[in-house]
């Protein structure tokens, strides 16, 4: 059974910090691109920041600077260390794995976890 768990997610005042963490399990982790998606309430769901299976990494214009994923092979976890949060960074962070076959893509999604920036 494939299980991504996302954590550490919380309540943090406008420029504050946090960092979000992935676990996986059930799946070659090493074998996906790990993406960080985020959702706020009535809006769509987005992609924040994304890291391949060989470290490439990729991110949405609005957190560039801001925020660092990466993964640790080893532990099958990526990780999401977010700097300088802003309120219009409130949104339910969903962690995704993904990877291509022959037939098309293969993907999973975590529960999400809830981030809220006062302002």
């Known amino acids: 059974q494939v299980q991504l768990v996302e954590s550490g997610g919380g309540l943090v005042q406008d420029g504050g910090s946090l960092r979000l963490s992935c676990a996986a399990s059930?799946?070659?982790?090493?074998?996906?691109?790990m993406t960080w998606y985020r959702q706020a309430l009535g809006k769509q769901r987005e992609l924040v920041a994304g890291?391949?299976?060989?470290?490439?990494?990729n991110y949405a214009d609005s957190v560039k600077g801001r925020f660092t994923i990466a993964r640790d092979n080893a532990k099958n976890a990526v990780y999401l260390q977010m700097n300088s949060l802003k309120p219009e960074d409130t949104a339910v962070y969903y962690c995704?794995?993904?990877?291509?076959?022959?037939?098309?893509?293969?993907?999973?999604w975590g529960q999400g976890t809830q981030v809220t920036v006062s302002s």
């Open positions: 890291i391949t299976s060989n470290g490439s990494t």
């Open positions: 059930g799946i070659t982790f090493s074998d996906y691109t």
């Open positions: 995704n794995a993904e990877r291509r076959v022959i037939i098309g893509r293969i993907t999973y």
